[in-house]
C-alpha cells in the first residue's frame, strides 16, 4: 500500500517520485503544450526539468535538516502530486525559478531553531528572498517570514531588526547598478510593478476547484488535529509548526494578489501545504484511511486532465 511504502525515507522512495514528477512533468508538455512541440523545444522542458527535481532535493533536505515531519516521505510525495494536480506550475519559469531561490531562504529561516549562526541565517534568507523578489516581485512579502521566525524562535535584538534589511537590500543594489550601467534603470522600476488582481473567476473552473477544495479540506482538519497536539508538547517542532502556519498564510495572500491566476502561482502554496498534511498523516493511526487520503489525492491528479 501507498502509505506503507513511503511511511519510511529510503533511497528508492527518492527515486520513484522523482519518476513520477517526470512522468507528470512530460505528461502536462504533451497535453497542455503539444501545439508548440519541437526538438529546440524539448531540449528546453528536459533541462528545465532538472530545475524541478532540485526543487524536490531542496525541499527534501529543509524537512529532514529541520526535522519538518517525521521520517517518512509524505511531504515530498505530496509535493509532487499537487505538481501534476497544478501542471502549469511546472512551466511558469520566474515562478519557478523564484521558488528555488525562495527555498534556500526558507532553509535559514526554519533552521533558526537551532541558534547556530543567527544574523549570517538573516542575511542569507533576505539575501534570497530578494534574488527571488527580482524573478517574481510578490515574493517580496516572505521578508515578513524572517522577522516572524525571528520573533518565533525569539532571536530579536537591536542589530539583527536590521539585519534583514541589509540582506535583501544587497542583491536588489547589485541588480540595479547593473541595469543602471547598461542604460536601462527603467527595465529594473518595471520588475516591481504590483498591480493586484483579485479576480478569483479562474478558480471556479473544475481543474483548479476540485483540487483546492479538496486540499483546503486536508489542510484545515490538519490545523485542527495537530496544533493542539503540538500545542500541549514543549519541543521545537512547536515553533517550526508557528512558523510553517505563518508560511501557509503569507502563500495564501500572495496567491489571492497573483496577478496572473492561472494555477501556476499556486507553487507558492505548495511547500507548506504538503508539510503541514504531511503531518497529519503521521498522527492518522488507521492505515485504511490514511492510504484513502494519499490515493485520493493521486485520483486529482489524474482526473484534473480530462476537465
Known amino acids: 500500500m501507498i502509505a506503507n511504502f513511503f511511511n519510511k525515507t529510503k533511497p528508492a522512495t527518492i527515486f520513484i517520485l522523482v519518476a513520477l514528477l517526470f512522468v507528470y512533468y512530460f505528461t502536462a508538455t504533451f497535453l497542455l503544450h503539444s501545439a508548440e512541440l519541437s526538438i529546440n523545444f524539448l531540449i528546453k522542458r528536459i533541462s528545465f526539468f532538472v530545475f524541478i527535481a532540485l526543487m524536490l532535493m531542496i525541499v527534501n533536505f529543509i524537512v529532514k535538516k529541520n526535522k519538518l515531519t517525521k521520517d517518512n516521505s509524505y511531504a515530498l510525495l505530496l509535493i509532487v502530486i499537487l ?6 506550475a511546472m512551466f511558469s519559469y520566474k515562478i519557478v525559478l523564484a521558488n528555488i531561490a525562495l527555498l534556500l531562504g526558507f532553509r535559514k529561516i526554519y533552521s533558526l531553531r537551532s541558534g547556530v549562526d543567527t544574523k549570517l541565517k538573516l542575511f542569507d534568507a533576505s539575501f534570497w528572498i530578494a534574488i527571488a523578489t527580482i524573478f ?35 542583491p536588489m543594489l547589485i541588480y540595479f547598478t547593473y541595469c543602471l550601467y547598461f542604460e536601462d534603470a527603467e527595465f529594473f522600476y518595471n520588475r516591481f510593478n504590483y498591480e493586484l488582481n483579485l479576480d478569483l473567476d479562474s478558480y471556479t ?10 486540499l483546503s479540506l486536508a489542510l484545515l482538519w490538519s490545523l485542527l488535529k495537530v496544533t493542539p497536539k503540538v500545542v500541549s508538547v514543549r519541543n521545537n517542532f512547536k515553533f517550526s509548526w508557528d512558523v510553517l502556519i505563518n508560511h501557509l498564510l503569507i502563500s495564501a495572500v500572495i496567491v489571492v494578489l497573483a496577478p496572473t491566476k492561472n494555477g501556476s502561482e499556486l507553487l507558492f502554496f ?16 488507521s492505515k485504511i484511511f490514511k492510504n484513502a487520503i494519499l490515493y485520493a489525492f493521486l485520483l486529482i491528479s489524474v482526473f484534473v486532465y480530462f476537465l
Not at 505538481?83 to 502549469?88: I, K, L, N, R, V
Not at 525571528?150 to 534583514?164: A, D, G, R, S, W
Not at 473552473?205 to 479538496?214: C, N, T
Open 270 to 285: 505548495i511547500f507548506p501545504a504538503a508539510v503541514i498534511v504531511a503531518n497529519l498523516m503521521h498522527h492518522i493511526k
Open 136 to 170: 517574481y516581485s510578490w515574493s517580496i512579502f516572505f521578508v515578513l517570514l524572517v522577522y516572524l521566525g525571528m520573533i518565533i524562535h525569539q532571536k530579536i535584538t537591536v542589530k539583527n531588526l536590521f539585519i534583514p534589511i541589509v540582506g535583501f537590500v544587497t
Open 83 to 88: 505538481f501534476g494536480t497544478f501542471p502549469e
Open 205 to 214: 473552473s473544475l481543474k483548479l476547484l476540485i483540487p483546492l477544495l479538496f
